[in-house]
């Protein structure tokens, strides 16, 4: 009797997921068809990973290519980072990106019309209001710089935290004091999955409009229109309460914030907002173009998915 043919599996969207796992002291694999930790004495702890938007993989963590693999087709990030997350070393990506999605982006941030309204329309977002007329994009991120500034005031006087300025060295953790260390611990939690979202909807983490000439410049501009509702207020909450591993309950609470503000509901389609604002087309494949011998197969998840 033949065995019955399955459906092939169906990548979750993105808004589904858990939004961050992270990962440390432990060897990634692929034993007896599931996606494992293996620790040093051996114990397995099963990673249900096709339901991840976001893997964090700290000191100490080994992947094999096989669970490369499989997090790749069902669309889990995967991103080496430092200890605590305060660095980021390489990140892998989940699905192809989408060549009209990037040219697309790259229409809108090379023309400089187009570029000043989607960081206007950045700038409202973010801030919940329209931003001054007749400002170069220059000048509206000075603008909001100050905003900035004042709002980590606020924020710090709201929690009973004491607050300098926002200054630490990358290359040093422990240099940076507690409200500092908490900070980029919740920011590195809200770029994983700004990133992880970005490649899963076919854009370039790299090709930003308020931010430029680093790999993560689009990450940053669709971070911040988020960090203030929620990862900011999380990092001076928790160090308000001194606890002795800052990182680790910074990092559950912003996992609570993220499900609360349902934030992976949101990414997506903030990027299509934003970039519908530059008022350019989708570009349009070239005549002469040659079309794909195999024809794609219907998308079955989020656009950039391999599916």
Known sequence: MAEPILPPLKPLPIKDRISVIYVERGNLDILDGAFVVVDATGV???????????LMLEPGARVSHAAVVLAARVGCLLVWIGEAGVRLYAAGQPGGARSDRLLYQAKLALDDTARLKV????????????????????QLRG??????????????????????????????????????RCLSSATACIYGICEAAILAAGYAPAVGFIHTGKPQSFVYDIADIFKFETVVPVAFRVAAKKPRNPEREVRLACRDSFRQTKLLQRIIPTIEQVLAAGEMELPKAHEEAVA??????????????RG
């Not at 397995?44 to 976001?54: D, E, G, K």
């Not at 004042?150 to 409200?179: C, F, I, T």
Request: proline share 7%.
């Open 44 to 54: 397995r702890t099963h990673i249900p990973i096709a339901t991840v938007a976001c």
């Open 143 to 180: 603008i909001e710089g100050v905003r900035v500034r004042k709002m980590y005031e606020l924020l710090a006087r709201q929690y009973g935290v004491e607050w300098k300025n926002r200054n630490y060295d990358h290359s040093e953790w422990g240099s940076g004091d507690l409200p500092n």
């Open 119 to 138: 960081v206007r329309k950045m700038y409202a977002l973010r801030f919940k209001e329209e931003p001054p007329e007749r400002r170069s994009v220059e």
């Open 292 to 305: 794909p011998a195999i024809p794609n197969k219907e998308g079955i998840g989020d656009a950039g998915h």
